[in-house]
């Protein structure tokens, strides 16, 4: 487990870029099959250029930067905000800053912001996470 102590910037995650199949993949996997994200004529009906990710496999990505930092076991809350949609092509950097250590029912607790971004600094999902440290 990484140590997590207030303020330290954790090790981050970059993604390949998102694909086309990628999306496709998750439509299946997650129930999602709206149009938006894998058919390039609905996204041009309403008025963008191109197919976008879904949301929830950013929020995927940063649940995996998480369980990067703790096994799931020591996870004990995780949510993400979704700020900015996430073009087909582009590839997410996922990042974690401990922003404080409490002890929380006598259990020592780090919690953790996190951020997907992408190359141009755009910020796709914020984020949160609680984690239970030794």
């Not at 996204?43 to 879904?54: E, K, M, P, Q």
């Not at 006598?106 to 996190?114: N, W």
Request: proline share 5%.
């Amino acid at each position: 487990m990484t140590v997590l102590d207030a303020g330290a910037e954790l090790p981050a995650l970059t993604v390949d870029p998102i694909s086309r199949t990628t999306l496709a993949l998750f439509a299946g996997a997650s129930g999602d099959h709206n149009p938006i994200h894998v058919d390039l004529d609905v996204a041009r009906s309403a008025g963008l250029d191109d197919v976008f990710a879904h949301g929830m496999l950013s929020m995927a990505y940063l649940g995996r930067l998480v369980c990067s930092l703790a096994p799931p076991e020591r996870i004990r809350s995780f949510g993400a905000r979704f700020v900015s949609i996430t073009p087909v092509h582009g590839r997410p950097t996922c990042s974690a800053t401990v922003r404080q250590v409490d002890v929380v029912d006598g259990e020592r607790r780090a919690t953790v912001d996190l951020v997907a971004a992408l190359a141009d600094g755009t910020i796709t999902l914020t984020g949160e996470a609680v984690i239970a440290v030794n």
